[in-house]
């Protein structure tokens, strides 16, 4: 029964879509009241089952490894390598500029001025060189109601070096010749003779020195040196003196360990007209004994050691000063610091006298110059290969420092005047050098002085400004410009009578300008202007300086 009846079940379900199709076809004609009955859908259920695992099992049973041992056979490995032979590089040779023997100038400009120049030396040489100089410079300005201002600077030199293996010797003999004139006298109302405002400097000497070449630091090097000179006047002053010196160095690694030495002896004679004393003729000297040791470390430099120095004058005297150095990089190739410490015996002579005022007075009787601190600390900049600054503050303390002062006694020149003193300076300078055809650099002193007799430090300017640029134009045309520029001084005029007269000297400027056209390698001309500003100022009081000059002339080589 129950077979039956699933199998008219499953009739039913297979034949119900016919079913219900008749019905709806019957149900569009007319079924008519009719009993209808549905079995419900079959459902077939699976019975639960277990499922077999895909992962093994693990073996719990104890397995004992066997021991092992391995033999290790080195061979070398053959590799048969044979290096082909590589050409030397060669590379070409920059052809050496040809050198001239002889280099000649010559011309001439307003104010009756003359120049002269001319320089011989040899060729290149493994064994050494020899060179000579010779140049004349001269002139005549004419001042109103000032007296005659004619002068020259004449210069005669041979030099020479001698190259060994390990050392360089050098030696130089040389003659100069100068000649000034007393100019400084209103001629309205003083008649002087040109003889007697006549000065002349005549300067014979030699020197010769041998120093060493040792670029390891196995070695010690060193240095010496001998050097003699008589300079006269025309009022019969003559002053011997005779230096010699040394150095000793030795390297250790970092560290250097050194000495400088010099002895200095000079006498000067008595003017004609001058009257005896106690200070004069006498025998003058000073000895320097400097040990140091000095190390380079990490870009750090330093140097430090003591200077010992005696000088004998009227009275002998032995002083001792710190010498220290002290470089430190505070950015490395851009900023560096520095400070330093020093002293030392600054020599005051006639040669050294009349180099720096030509119109001092014959019968001057000197004193040397004691540095008893001279301190300066500042920075290093280096902005790039074309712009570096330099600026330090300085603090000098001078016993001695000397002083010129108007002499009206015999002739209107220059005495000097000694005084205990301090400088403050302030200094910065500025080098600009885009490439090698321009270049320009600055320079400003700013200074301040306390003195402890005097009432001013006599004809010190409180600012000094230097201002230099150069330009070459396909090295054709070469321009140089120059500006001096200094700032307010005063002078001191000294009289018989016991007067003293104080004169406020005006700052000035002093503008320069320079030409040279090359023609050709051998030959060029050129023309300077001097004191373009045509500025009115006098160096020393009462002695006026050259207004706008200018001076052309040519140059050859040969």
Request: aromatic share 12%.
């Given at each position: 029964m129950v077979t039956t009846m699933k199998k008219i079940t499953i009739v039913s379900l297979l034949l119900f879509p016919l079913i219900v199709s008749a019905q709806q076809q019957e149900s569009e004609r007319d079924l008519g009241n009719k009993e209808y009955i549905i079995v419900k859908d079959y459902k077939p259920v699976l019975a639960e089952s277990v499922k077999i695992s895909d992962l093994p099992d693990g073996d719990t049973a104890t397995v004992i490894a066997l021991p092992q041992s391995y033999d290790f056979e080195s061979r070398k490995a053959e590799i048969r390598y044979e290096a082909a032979s590589i050409k030397a590089v060669k590379i070409k040779d920059e052809p050496l500029p040809k050198l001239y023997r002889c280099y000649l100038k010559g011309g001439g400009g307003n104010y009756s001025k003359y120049i002269g120049e001319l320089y011989v030396n040899s060729l290149r040489s493994k064994k050494g060189s020899l060179g000579l100089a010779a140049k004349h410079l001269s002139g005549s300005p004419s001042f109103t109601d000032f007296g005659n201002a004619a002068y020259s600077n004449n210069l005669g030199r041979i030099d020479g070096n001698y190259f060994l293996n390990h050392a360089t010797i050098t030696g130089d003999v040389f003659y100069k010749r100068d000649a000034v004139h007393y100019y400084g006298y209103n001629t309205t109302d003083t008649i002087i003779d040109d003889e007697d405002s006549r000065q002349r400097f005549t300067d014979i000497g030699a020197q010769a020195a041998i120093a060493s070449t040792f670029l390891d630091s196995s070695h010690v090097n060193y240095r010496g040196g001998i050097a003699y000179s008589d300079l006269t006047d025309d009022f019969g002053v003559k002053e011997s003196q005779l230096v010699i010196d040394g150095a000793i160095a030795k390297r250790?690694?970092?560290?250097?360990?050194?000495?400088?030495?010099?002895?200095?002896?000079?006498?000067?004679?008595?003017?004609?007209?001058?009257?005896?004393?106690?200070?004069?003729?006498?025998?003058?000297?000073?000895?320097?004994?400097?040990?140091?040791?000095?190390?380079?470390?990490?870009?750090?430099?330093?140097?430090?050691?003591?200077?010992?120095?005696?000088?004998?004058?009227?009275?002998?005297?032995v002083h001792v000063f710190p010498r220290l150095e002290l470089h430190v990089p505070v950015s490395e190739g851009v900023l560096r610091f520095f400070v330093k410490l020093d002293g030392q015996i600054e020599k005051n002579n006639y040669h050294t006298v009349t180099a720096e005022n030509p119109f001092v007075n014959p019968s001057v009787v000197f004193r040397n110059t004691i540095h008893l601190v001279d301190f300066n600390g500042g920075l290093q900049a280096r902005f790039s290969d074309a712009v570096s600054l330099i600026g330090f503050i300085g603090y000098t303390k001078f016993k001695d420092l000397q002083f010129f002062v108007n002499d009206t006694v015999r002739i209107n020149n220059f005495d000097v005047l000694y005084d205990d003193a301090s400088r403050f300076q302030l200094h910065a300078e500025l080098l600009f050098r885009a490439t090698e055809k321009l270049g320009v650099s600055f320079l400003l002193d700013q200074f301040s002085y306390k003195t402890d007799v005097q009432q001013y430090a006599w004809y010190r300017p409180n600012t000094v400004a230097t201002l230099k640029a150069d330009y070459n134009l396909h090295d054709k045309i070469l321009v140089n410009v120059a500006l001096f520029g200094y700032g307010q001084r005063y002078s001191l005029e000294l009289y018989s009578n016991g007067n003293q007269v104080i004169n406020k000297m005006k700052p000035y400027l002093d503008a320069n300008l320079g030409f040279e056209y090359r023609y050709s390698k051998i030959l060029s001309v050129f023309l300077n202007f001097n004191n373009v500003g045509m500025a009115k100022y006098q160096q020393w009081y009462g002695f006026p300086m050259e207004r706008f000059n200018m001076m052309g002339g040519v140059t050859y080589s040969f």
């Open positions: 250790f690694k970092e560290t250097t360990l050194g000495m400088d030495l010099s002895l200095a002896f000079f006498n000067k004679s008595d003017a004609t007209f001058q009257e005896l004393s106690l200070n004069s003729n006498l025998d003058r000297n000073i000895l320097r004994f400097r040990p140091y040791v000095a190390f380079n470390r990490e870009r750090i430099r330093f140097k430090g050691g003591v200077g010992v120095e005696a000088e004998t004058n009227l009275d002998a005297a």
